[in-house]
């Protein structure tokens, strides 16, 4: 009749195998493949040349116009009413160019301008106000 295992009697010394030496494992070869150096210095390259083109997006900037003075609906607007502002252009951002301030200057203003507002083609043109009299 077999004993439950926690009443098991010892095993005698003698009984016990020794276990065998093991067998000594072979350093592993150091064989590169070519192809994935050449892999590796590609995808390096392609990183490379991605992080130039992202930080060089995102540092360009665009010269536009700004307000430096307040104008007032139905103002003429003055070359001292407008200054430069360099601006990291997002989409549906459609301010005047710096270069094109030119079109600005003796138009009249169709809105209130307040200081530091970027200033619109749609903020000079549109319906004048009513003429006097």
Wanted: with cysteine; hydrophobic share 45%; net charge positive.
């Amino acid at each position: 009749m077999p004993f439950p295992p926690h009443l098991r009697p010892a095993p005698k010394p003698e009984d016990l195998a020794v276990p065998a030496m093991p067998t000594p494992l072979r350093p592993p070869r150091h064989k590169r493949s070519k192809l994935l150096i050449l892999l590796g210095l590609v995808l390096s390259a392609i990183c490379a040349v991605a992080a130039v083109s992202v930080f060089q997006s995102a540092a360009r900037t665009t010269a536009v116009v700004a307000v430096a003075e307040p104008v007032r609906y139905g103002e003429t607007i003055s070359e001292s009413a407008l200054r430069e502002v360099d601006l990291h252009l997002q989409p549906g951002l459609e301010p005047v160019a710096w270069v094109d301030r030119g079109n600005l200057v003796g138009r009249v203003a169709t809105s209130d301008l307040t200081v530091g507002t970027l200033v619109t083609t749609a903020q000079v043109t549109g319906p004048l106000p009513p003429g006097t009299g």
